[in-house]
């Protein structure tokens, strides 16, 4: 393999002009003979056995040019990234050019990551929240955790709201009954809005043993067309009213639902989660501040190429978070009306903010010459194994060194930003905004007002 050209273009696209000479193309040709000839047919010899020469002869020289140039240019392409000292941001674009039985040549187009420049990056200030605990929310939480360990208990009257009902139900359209329309022995929180707008409500006041009949409409937008906006009728029996009963938030109760042997314990521990929960909601804050400083700072072109990647590593882990809640991403765009180039224009803006912070604090690294520490590699493989409940192997077969190596220097890079900046205990005041000019006579035309991105569902505040 030689590389006889490297030409940087726009954008910071990269051209190589590789070649692959003739005695290692050769070999790769013999390869592809071995490999094939088995499943060709030859007259007068068996299958396998006919010499290279032969079948050559009868199917054209170039008959494994095509196989050997598949097994040849993945290899010499990395060796030449490599001697070239290229960061790729995609796989290349190749072409292949003067093919024959002296070599090949051929052209490698790829974005690489860019060359920037950014600004100040140390002795930076800015806003960062304060790390509180109120009571309320303390209380809020235990009064939560009551509400989760709460027992129903039969009672003898009529259901109100927050009760629980234990009831039979059978739906009918026009006399008829419908198709997933009936349940037995069903239990229903009223209030909890779980059946369509007021089935519950017209529940309320009814006892054990009645039979009361429900007139409802469906919604317009109910998904199953054929009740969407219909008059119903449900015929209900019910069969017991159960009251919630909460337990009462004491020292028994503690004990309970935690290893604390005092309620006051628990309540200690639960504001020092939430103090802890503060805590790294006010630095991620902190350090999204100082980020967003340094963003408009950086010169130099950012391929599409390197945002379009993450934009899809977003939407990947966004659709994987989706599944976890047992929904999947086409089913979450149909709910709410969205479409793949929607969803695409609605997380761009963060992609292109994670590749503006991946690439500052590339550029920091290599300014302060960080490096990683004796170990530091292994002992974070030796985490994400743990963390996978996975074999360290392989950990390591399924996340390069690399990417790894790039992100423990990101996490040091962030770190020497936030620790040489300054935390200000107030935000900054905002400043005021001056009268609007007058406008100019008889414009010929207006400007449309851009729309903000609405934010991803589940989205939540987090380091960049």
């Known amino acids: 393999m030689t590389v006889k050209s490297v030409e940087k273009q726009e954008k910071n696209l990269t051209v190589l002009t590789i070649e692959i000479g003739a005695e290692e193309f050769a070999k790769a040709c013999e390869q592809a003979y071995r490999k094939n000839v088995g499943r060709m047919n ?9 010499p290279r ?5 009868m199917y054209g020289e170039g008959v494994f040019y095509q196989d050997a140039v598949n097994a040849t240019w ?11 000292g290229i960061q790729p941001v995609e796989r290349p674009d190749v072409e292949v050019e003067e093919l024959g039985a002296e070599g090949y040549t051929f052209v490698a187009k790829v974005h690489v990551y860019p060359e920037i420049e950014i600004g100040q990056y140390k ?45 039979d139900y059978e739906g009918f359209l026009e006399g008829v009954p419908f198709e997933g329309g009936k349940g037995e022995k069903q239990t229903l929180e009223l209030g909890s809005n779980r059946f369509i707008p007021g089935f519950e409500d017209k529940l309320v006041g009814a006892k054990a043993e009645d039979e009361p009949e429900l007139e409802i409409t469906f919604p317009e937008d109910y998904h199953a067309e054929s009740l969407a906006g219909k008059p119903v009728v449900f015929k209900c029996k019910i069969h017991d009213v159960k009251e919630k009963k909460l337990p009462e938030a004491d020292d028994e109760f503690a004990k309970d ?4 042997d005092t309620l006051q314990e628990y309540k200690d521990s639960l ?13 991620g804050a902190f350090e999204n501040a100082l980020l967003d400083q340094i963003i408009p700072t950086i010169k130099g072109d950012i391929p599409d190429a390197l945002i379009a990647k993450r934009l899809e590593e977003i939407i990947n882990d966004f659709a994987y978070r989706l ?10 765009m149909q709910m709410t009306g969205m479409t793949g180039e929607t ?22 690294a290599e300014l302060e010459g960080l490096k990683l520490e004796e170990g530091e590699l292994d002992a974070e493989y030796a985490r994400l194994a743990e963390l996978y409940q996975e074999d360290i192997e392989k950990v390591r077969e399924n996340i390069p060194e690399k990417p790894l190596t790039r992100d423990l220097l990101a996490l040091k890079a962030s770190k020497l930003i936030t620790s040489s900046a300054i935390k200000l205990d107030t935000p900054p005041e905002k400043p005021e905004t001056e009268p609007a000019p007058e406008p100019a006579p008889k414009p010929k035309k207006k400007a449309a007002p851009r729309k903000k991105a609405a934010k991803p569902a589940e989205e939540t505040e987090e380091p960049k």
């Open 123 to 167: 002795g930076l200030s800015a806003y960062a929240p304060p790390v509180l605990a109120s009571e309320e929310e303390i209380n809020a939480e235990v009064d939560r955790m009551r509400e989760r360990n709460a027992s129903l208990v039969t009672v003898e009257r009529a259901a109100q709201l927050g009760d629980t009902v234990v009831l």
């Open 271 to 283: 504001r020092e989660r939430i103090l802890h929960e503060r805590e790294r909601e006010s630095d």
């Open 53 to 57: 020469r032969i079948v050559e002869r």
């Open 343 to 364: 969803l695409t224009a609605q997380f761009r803006p963060q992609a292109e903010t994670h590749t503006k912070c991946g690439l500052i604090f590339d550029k920091i």
């Open 257 to 260: 639902i935690s290893e604390f």
């Open 323 to 332: 599944r976890m809640q047992g929904m999947d991403i086409n089913t979450y």
């Open 74 to 84: 993945p290899d010499a392409y990395d060796q030449a990234v490599e001697q070239e």
């Open 42 to 50: 030859v007259p007068g010899f068996r299958k396998g056995k006919a």
